[in-house]
């Protein structure tokens, strides 16, 4: 039995999300404001979080659902019990919402790649799955453990299925859409970058404040989640190279909140840096912006391995939305967004050279200002989310014209 549509009917989809509470999460956020916009009724499932508690708000026109969640995992034990809860609550939440509000279309973004499990139901009255793909598991986890044993093979099993019951997937750039229509056996119709930049009228530069330089001359920035696969051991010790080089007037603000991120304080005490290095764990947009805005260089020392050279991090089109140069190791798809605007450590060399770029930048203020504007005009013309938003609704027409196909109906009388 499909389910059936007529012209009075508006288009409305269910967007889940488990890694991160909505709208905390920026990405699903825009895609649901977007996709409201362009006229479709959009509830999002998301799990509670700190200061997103509510079981229920209808925010800015989007309905947003909110069920109950573990303490995050940090064990291969601790994740397995966060996804398997997580599943649970978002089967019975979907089910609910499908009942009162109704939708004709499940948008599912991993992590983790089991979310097509709630979706299969649903498939078998007509609904459509698109995957939107935010993390390449199999890499992710091959990053995190270096192992590929038993739940190696879990996540490509997920990815698998994942990829098999999608009707359309959603890749964050063209290395996620290569693994789709490879990997994954897709129809490159059925495939759509949609990349996940900065909005030009929220993330914009401000005053910078001096007393965020912690009495030192210099701020080194970074913004993003604090686990194992982002390098955040690796710029500890980078900070250790600095001071150990004989400099005391460079500091180090990491912002962002993750499983990682009491383990990363215990460390940088260890190493002797904890007077110039501090974690402020998640904080509000403007306190980020702060942040970012008064720093003279931004870095992403996420290692080197295939997990980060196939993925696109944010955290570089904010930094350059912000107009600010980087530093970063030579990954490709960190390379294919920032282009001239950063600097590439040797991937080998991890410490000192990544060290000595830092403090290059510092000392050539022109070459900061020359990337800084590279960078922005990067932004503006290419990379900003308005760009993204175009795909994001061809993904959704692909999967609607699917499903007038199933329910009998032509597309236009979908719409």
Request: with cysteine; net charge neutral; charged share 25%.
């Amino acid at each position: 039995m499909a389910v059936k549509m007529d012209s009075l009917t508006k288009r409305k989809i269910l967007i889940i999300v488990e890694n991160l509470p909505v709208p905390f999460d920026s990405r699903v956020w825009k895609e649901a404001c977007a996709l409201r916009d362009a006229g479709y009724e959009v509830s999002v499932l998301s799990p509670r979080g700190k200061g997103y508690s509510s079981r229920y708000e209808f925010l800015e026109g989007v309905h947003i659902y909110r069920h109950p969640m573990p303490k995050e995992g940090n064990t291969a034990k601790g994740y397995l019990w966060e996804y398997g809860c997580a599943l649970f609550w978002e089967f019975l939440y979907a089910w609910w919402i499908f009942v009162t509000r109704g939708f004709q279309c499940i948008q599912g973004c991993n992590p983790p790649d089991n979310i097509f499990l709630v979706a299969l139901p649903f498939k078998l009255l007509g609904v459509q799955y698109i995957f939107d793909h935010h993390d390449a598991n199999p890499e992710l986890y091959l990053s995190k453990y270096e192992r590929k044993d038993a739940l190696y093979k879990a996540q490509v099993w997920l990815e698998t299925l994942t990829y098999r019951f999608s009707n359309v997937v959603m890749a964050t750039n063209e290395s996620y859409r290569a693994l789709a229509i490879g990997r994954g056996k897709l129809d490159p119709k059925d495939v759509f970058v949609v990349r996940n930049g900065p909005d030009l009228d929220k993330f914009r530069l401000v005053p910078a404040q001096a007393r965020l330089k912690h009495g030192k001359q210099w701020l080194v920035g970074y913004v993003g989640t604090m686990s194992i696969q982002e390098g955040l051991d690796i710029l500890i010790d980078v900070a250790a190279h600095v001071k150990a080089s004989g400099r005391n007037d460079v500091h180090f603000t990491c912002v962002g909140g993750g499983p990682g991120l009491e383990g990363l304080r215990r460390l940088a005490k260890e190493k002797g840096v904890e007077d110039i290095v501090n974690f402020t764990g998640r904080v509000p947009d403007a306190e980020l912006l702060d942040i970012l805005s008064t720093a003279d260089v931004c870095v992403n020392p996420d290692k080197p391995c295939e997990m980060n050279d196939i993925s696109t991090m944010i955290k570089i089109a904010e930094y350059m939305c912000l107009g600010k140069p980087i530093v970063q190791f030579d990954l490709k798809e960190g390379r294919a967004t920032a282009g001239d605007a950063s600097l590439y450590s040797d991937n080998h060399d991890l410490v000192p050279d990544f060290a000595r770029k830092i403090l290059w930048l510092l000392e050539h203020p022109e070459e900061r200002q020359r990337m800084g504007e590279i960078g922005r005009t990067r932004i503006e013309q290419q990379f900003a989310w308005k760009y993204s938003i175009v795909n994001l609704l061809a993904a959704y027409d692909r999967a609607f014209e699917k499903n007038s196909r199933l329910t009998g109906q032509s597309f236009s009388q979908a719409r």
